[in-house]
T-cell receptor, first 113, second 115 residues
Framework: DAMVIQNPRYQVTQFGKPVTLSCSQT?????MYWYQQKSSQAPKLLFH???????NEADTPDNFQSRRPNTSFCFLDIRSPGLGDAAMYLC????????????FGPGTRLLVL | AQSVTQLGSHVSVSEGALVLLRCNYS??????LFWYVQYPNQGLQLLLK??????LVKGINGFEAEFKKSETSFHLTKPSAHMSDAAEYFC?????????????FGKGTSLLVTP
């Protein structure tokens, strides 16, 4: 089945230690998104890639970076995680960047000690 | 700015009863509206999507939603609740973002189904 895969499902890191979260997709979609969802809150868009074109949301902290080496993979890098970065990180894809359906992965829950 | 408001952060229904989850939107242009469901420790799954083709939208798992422009609403309903429907439900509107579109989510409604 075509899908969005996120690894790992749970990630524990230490305060200030860089961490990378991974997302891959078999849908061959052009757009990949990263959302942050804190406990009992709605998902919040951090940034997205349209093909290789990176688009950052205005209020996304500089601590968060992303890479998309090819169509299938996208990475979220947190350079110096703080306690406030503990959250569920959701990857999503869509075929295009018009008002299309976004398909979500299962998420990675990040714990910062 | 386009946004959605979900009325009621928690809704409890009995198994077999009608499910009604409320969502109101604010938009100066015809909106694209979505309902997603999130089970514990899972990602979001699309239930249904409104794109102006039809005001009554049928989704998966027996859910449907009706777009009412006069009331600026897009409420989600299901005639008979199942225990497996217990989850978090998010209403969302597609909004222009940095060279594309993003989903602007409501705060979510947690649905509890009791036996």
């Amino acid at each position: 089945d075509a899908m969005v895969i996120q690894n790992p499902r749970y990630q524990v890191t230490q305060f200030g230690k860089p961490v990378t979260l991974s997302c891959s997709q078999t849908l061959n979609h052009n757009v990949m998104y990263w959302y942050q969802q804190k406990s009992s809150q709605a998902p919040k868009l951090l940034f997205h890639y349209y093909d290789k074109d990176f688009n950052n949301e205005a209020d996304t902290p500089d601590n968060f970076q992303s890479r998309r080496p090819n169509t299938s993979f996208c990475f979220l890098d947190i350079r110096s995680p703080g306690l406030g970065d503990a959250a569920m990180y959701l990857c999503a894809t869509s075929r295009g960047r018009r008002q299309e359906t976004q398909y979500f992965g299962p998420g990675t829950r990040l714990l910062v000690l | 700015a386009q946004s959605v408001t979900q009325l009621g952060s928690h809704v409890s229904v009995s198994e077999g009863a009608l499910v009604l989850l409320r969502c109101n939107y604010s938009s100066s242009v015809p909106p694209y509206l979505f309902w997603y469901v999130q089970y514990p420790n899972q990602g979001l799954q699309l239930l249904l999507k409104y794109t102006s083709a039809a005001t009554l939208v049928k989704g998966i798992n027996g859910f449907e939603a009706e777009f009412k422009k006069s009331e600026t609403s897009f409420h989600l309903t299901k005639p008979s609740a199942h225990m497996s429907d217990a989850a978090e439900y998010f209403c969302a509107v597609s909004v222009p973002s940095n060279s594309g579109y993003a989903l602007n989510f409501g705060k979510g409604t947690s649905l509890l189904v009791t036996p």
